[in-house]
């Protein structure tokens, strides 16, 4: 059995928080609340999406045509996760954080070739 171990600092105390990742890909987005309980467990590969017709096989949301692109590129432009949701109200912040996981995930796998 795997398990997640979350240490954080909330005001001046030191806490710890974990969970079971049994039966989770090893990728899985954990949310945690402050009072420690776990709020949200799923896998980006839930949410993103590629299709060889659609957006030219780049990866999309749901099944939609907004890419993964799109929405790093809102982020990286300074909007907040409010404004992106206010300005595309089909998406959810899980969408946002699935394209932030699949990018992370991404950037792991980056081999450098000299």
Not at 6 to 26: C, H, I, N, Q
Not at 48 to 53: A, M, N, S, V, W
Not at 65 to 92: H, K, N, W
Request: charge should be neutral; charged fraction near 25%.
């Amino acid at each position: 059995m795997r398990w997640v171990l979350l240490l954080f600092v909330v005001g001046d105390k030191l806490s710890l928080a974990g969970a079971t990742t049994e039966g989770l890909p090893r990728n899985a987005i954990i949310n945690f609340r402050f009072d420690h309980q776990l709020i949200n467990i799923m896998s980006y590969k839930d949410i993103i999406t590629i299709e060889p017709g659609k957006r030219s096989g780049k990866p999309c949301i749901r099944g939609m045509r907004i890419t993964v692109y799109d929405v790093l590129s809102y982020l990286a432009s300074g909007m907040t996760y409010e404004e992106i949701l206010e300005d595309f109200p089909y998406l959810t912040k899980a969408d946002i954080l699935a394209c932030l996981s699949y990018a992370a995930e991404r950037e792991r796998q980056t081999i450098l070739v000299n």
